[in-house]
C-alpha cells in the first residue's frame, strides 16, 4: 500500500478489483518493461514515486476530457457517481461493494442517477409484458 492511512473507513481498505479488459494492457505494458521491479508503478512521478490522485487527474484524465469536448469539471466524485449510474442493471449489491459504501442507499440514492432512456425501457418492458400475456387454458375469462 502506497498511502498508508489514507482510506476513509477500514472496510475501504480491500482489493481493487481490476477489469478483464485491463488485464491485457497490463501484460503489455510489463512486457515492455521487462526491467522494471515487479512492483514498478505504471504512472509513477519523475522521481519514481506514486503520483498524487489530483495530478493523476489533471495529467492523464482532463487532457482526455479536453479531446473529448467534455466541458464540465471532472473529479473522482464524478467517476464514482458515472461508475454508479452506468452500473444500473446490474445487482445494487455489487455495485455498493465495489463503490465501498457502508449503506445502499448512500449508493442507490446519492450515486445513482436515473436514465431517462432506461425508465422509458423499463416502463415499455412491464406494459409489453403485462399487455401480452397469455392467459393460461385453465383459466375462465370473465
Given at each position: 500500500?502506497?498511502?498508508?492511512?489514507?482510506?476513509?473507513?477500514?472496510?475501504?481498505?480491500a482489493?481493487?478489483?481490476?477489469?478483464?479488459?485491463?488485464?491485457?494492457?497490463?501484460?503489455?505494458?510489463?512486457?515492455?518493461?521487462?526491467?522494471?521491479?515487479?512492483?514498478?508503478l505504471?504512472?509513477?512521478?519523475?522521481r519514481?514515486?506514486?503520483?498524487?490522485?489530483?495530478n493523476?487527474?489533471?495529467?492523464?484524465?482532463?487532457?482526455?476530457?479536453?479531446?473529448?469536448?467534455?466541458?464540465e469539471?471532472?473529479?473522482?466524485?464524478?467517476?464514482?457517481?458515472?461508475?454508479?449510474?452506468?452500473?444500473?442493471?446490474?445487482?445494487?449489491?455489487?455495485?455498493?461493494?465495489?463503490?465501498?459504501?457502508?449503506?445502499?442507499g448512500?449508493?442507490?440514492?446519492?450515486?445513482?442517477?436515473?436514465?431517462?432512456e432506461?425508465?422509458?425501457?423499463?416502463?415499455?418492458?412491464?406494459?409489453?409484458?403485462?399487455?401480452?400475456?397469455?392467459?393460461?387454458?385453465?383459466?375462465?375469462?370473465?
Open positions: 500500500m502506497f498511502r498508508q492511512g489514507k482510506a476513509k473507513t477500514t472496510s475501504s481498505k482489493p481493487v478489483i481490476i477489469p478483464d479488459v485491463i488485464l491485457p494492457l497490463l501484460t503489455a505494458w510489463r512486457e515492455q518493461n521487462q526491467t522494471a521491479p515487479t512492483d514498478a505504471i504512472f509513477p512521478t519523475e519514481a514515486t506514486p503520483m498524487r490522485p489530483e493523476w487527474l489533471h495529467r492523464r484524465v482532463h487532457p482526455i476530457a479536453k479531446a473529448l469536448s467534455i466541458t469539471p471532472i473529479n473522482f466524485q464524478i467517476l464514482r457517481r458515472t461508475f454508479a449510474t452506468n452500473a444500473q442493471g446490474g445487482n445494487p449489491k455489487d455495485g455498493q461493494a465495489h463503490l465501498r459504501h457502508a449503506a445502499i448512500t449508493t442507490m440514492n446519492i450515486y445513482t442517477q436515473a436514465i431517462p432506461s425508465v422509458q425501457r423499463l416502463v415499455n418492458a412491464v406494459a409489453d409484458d403485462v399487455m401480452t400475456s397469455e392467459k393460461s387454458t385453465n383459466e375462465r375469462v370473465p
